[in-house]
């Protein structure tokens, strides 16, 4: 049985970005529970839960923050687990959550995805389980190959549009 992942929201205003990860993450297959919680507001629940994560059969732990960011920093230096970091634009086209997810002190290491990257925090949440999950690994393997396909076709529309003229 596959891991769970953990969708963090530092706040419920993160949702509309966070529900691309719940998307792509049922697409997969993959169990997934959502919850907000606060580096500052809720600290001791947030370490609580990274604490907690592992024995409760999470694999990845991906956290969403805006502004300040701390949330995925709190979360991973209270676990083994690996944590991906969604930063949230809310101010300053969403640079100051980028830095706040991305700058962690050795020891403490938070893989960062694009400003509001859910998609693609997903993607890699399924490709570290998919480390020892074979059915995964094959529907990304798919993934890959539906990607290169879909360029495939739009090359061959192109030259179609090139030749006309």
């Known amino acids: 049985m596959s891991k769970k992942v953990a969708i963090i929201m530092g706040s419920d ?12 993450l049922k697409s997969f297959g993959i169990p997934c529970e959502v919850h907000v919680m606060s580096a500052h507001r809720t600290p001791e629940k947030a370490a609580d839960f990274a604490k907690n994560a592992k024995a409760n059969g999470f694999g990845v732990i991906i956290a969403a923050a805006g ?3 701390h949330l995925a920093g709190v979360l991973a230096a ?8 969604i930063p949230i634009k809310s101010t300053f086209e969403g640079l ?13 290491p938070v893989a960062t995805v694009a400003v509001n990257g859910a998609d693609n925090a997903a993607i890699l949440a399924a490709q570290m389980l998919a480390l ?34």
């Not at 205003?13 to 792509?24: C, H, L, M, Q, T």
């Open 13 to 24: 205003s993160d949702f509309p970005v966070v529900s691309k990860a719940i998307v792509r």
């Open 67 to 69: 502004m300040a960011a």
């Open 78 to 85: 209270h676990t083994t687990i690996p944590v991906i970091g």
């Open 96 to 108: 100051d959550a980028l830095l706040a997810t991305v700058q962690m002190p050795s020891g403490i």
């Open 132 to 165: 020892s999950d074979e059915a995964i690994a094959s529907q990304l393997e798919q993934m890959k190959k539906d990607m290169e396909d879909g360029v495939a076709k739009k090359e061959e529309a192109l030259q179609a549009k090139v030749a006309e003229l």
